[in-house]
T-cell receptor, first 117, second 110 residues
């Protein structure tokens, strides 16, 4: 596609339910990133994929959070047993080269606004 | 603990002014430093810096990194109202973890 897409754009769920957020990176981009931004807060890095593997998962806030990427393309971020503090905008980004490389440029998707009631 | 600190937290200037935004960091195994502009929801990538002393420039924006003193600055000359945004600094570590500062909120008045 032309850019990074995320779905759904908005998700309202009840506390305790599981949610799945999807990210479609730009075609051919090997690197994919998930971030979280709470109201009035800065960006919080969650996880980074190079291809299908994630070198460092320590940014995930708790074991209720998991992410996977298949086929080097689409990624899903799953939050189990959602809590009210999970409410935030979840942003996905992709880049064509390995993260931190000199030619790396990240392109962000529009985000998913998650509200946990 | 790895951390990135940005200053000032907020800044109000008039069109035509020049501003300098600061980003200092303490991380183990530094890989690169990035600057973003966030106007609404999704940040826009501005610069990636990996080497000290080499200025990156794009129009009225420029940035430089000092790996000895562990900081970077982002300069915006001849500011315009369209420059109003939150400017984010992030450091990438050796394990590809991105550590963000809280950002500098810039408002440019007409």
């Amino acid at each position: 596609g032309a850019g990074v897409s995320q779905s759904p754009s908005n998700k309202v769920t009840e506390k305790g339910k599981d949610v799945e957020l999807r990210c479609d990176p730009i075609s051919g981009h090997t690197a994919l990133y998930w971030y979280r931004q709470s109201l009035g807060q800065g960006l919080e890095f969650l996880i980074y994929f190079q291809g299908n593997s994630a070198p460092d998962k320590s940014g995930l806030p708790s074991d209720r959070f998991s992410a996977e990427r298949t086929g080097g393309s689409v990624s899903t971020l799953t939050i189990q047993r959602t809590q009210q503090e999970d409410s935030a905008v979840y942003l996905c980004a992709s880049s064509s080269t390995r993260a931190g490389g000199p030619r790396d440029t990240q392109y962000f998707g529009p985000g998913t606004r998650l509200t946990v009631l | 603990e790895d951390k990135v600190v940005q200053s000032p937290l907020s800044l109000v200037v008039h069109e035509g002014d020049t501003v300098t935004l600061n980003c200092s960091y303490e991380v183990t195994n530094f890989r690169s430093l990035l600057w973003y502009k966030q106007e609404k929801k999704a940040p826009t990538f501005l610069f990636m810096l990996t080497s000290s002393g080499i200025e990156k420039k794009s129009g009225r924006l420029s940035s430089i990194l000092d790996k000895k003193e562990l900081f970077s600055i982002l300069n915006i000359t001849a500011t315009q109202t369209g420059d109003s945004a939150i400017y984010l600094c992030a450091v990438v570590t050796g394990t590809y973890k991105y550590i963000f500062g809280t950002g500098t909120r810039l408002k440019v008045l007409a």
